[in-house]
T-cell receptor
Framework: EPEVTQTPSHQVTQMGQEVILRCVPI?????FYWYRQILGQKVEFLVSFYNNEISEKSEIFDDQFSVERPDGSNFTLKIRSTKLEDSAMYFC??????????????FGPGTRLTVL | GNSVTQMEGPVTLSEEAFLTINCTYTATGYPSLFWYVQYPGEGLQLLLK???ADDKGSNKGFEATYRKETTSFHLEKGSVQVSDSAVYFC????????????WGAGTKLIIKP
């Protein structure tokens, strides 16, 4: 069964450093998402991406964040200058071709980002 | 605005007990509703979903019915097992957003043998 994959599973970085989190969505999906979950808290929407552009973003997704689909298969989240409060689990998700609300978002296993 | 409210945890039950985790939503229109499960140290897995009123989603012995009149999607299981210990998230996909999911806070379920 196709699945969303994410790398790395755990990233440790120093405050102020740039990190890139990588995701490979399910191959025929067209809608892509990043969410984050601070330890013990609820899942929060960051950004959605469709047709090679951001379609919606939350207040969390400020100028320090960017997303890219560089090669038609990967979907990346970049944090330019990490802060301590960026420490969280980051989940990538993708959904089916029709984009209708009946489509399910499929999640990757997550990348745990630890900012020291 | 759109929101999802879940009962607070942790919920601690003995094996073979009956489980209910309450979930209510506030949204314009009729969102699709989902339950996701997160086992310790793992990612988010879709457990079940319902896309319209009176639909019942079911999987692995879990069930939830989309109740439009009470805007609820309570998760139930007749006889829980230790392996069901996890965090359960209720989520809604409102028709007026770009299909981003609106999440409940999650309910931690602990099953004791």
């Amino acid at each position: 069964e196709p699945e969303v994959t994410q790398t790395p599973s755990h990233q440790v970085t120093q405050m102020g450093q740039e990190v890139i989190l990588r995701c490979v969505p399910i191959s025929n999906h067209l809608y892509f998402y990043w969410y984050r979950q601070i330890l013990g808290q609820k899942v929060e929407f960051l950004v959605s991406f469709y047709n090679n552009e951001i379609s919606e973003k939350s207040e969390i997704f400020d100028d320090q964040f960017s997303v890219e689909r560089p090669d038609g298969s990967n979907f990346t989240l970049k944090i330019r200058s990490t802060k301590l409060e960026d420490s969280a689990m980051y989940f990538c998700a993708s959904r089916g071709t029709s984009g209708g609300s009946t489509d399910t978002q499929y999640f990757g296993p997550g990348t745990r980002l630890t900012v020291l | 605005g759109n929101s999802v409210t879940q009962m607070e945890g942790p919920v601690t039950l003995s094996e073979e007990a009956f489980l209910t985790i309450n979930c209510t939503y506030t949204a314009t229109g009729y969102p699709s509703l989902f339950w996701y499960v997160q086992y310790p140290g793992e990612g988010l897995q879709l457990l079940l979903k319902a896309t319209k009123a009176d639909d019942k989603g079911s999987n692995k012995g879990f069930e939830a019915t989309y109740r439009k009149e009470t805007t609820s999607f309570h998760l139930e299981k007749g006889s829980v097992q230790v392996s069901d210990s996890a965090v359960y998230f209720c989520a809604a996909d409102p028709m007026d957003s770009n299909y981003q999911l609106i999440w409940g806070a999650g309910t931690k379920l602990i099953i004791k043998p």
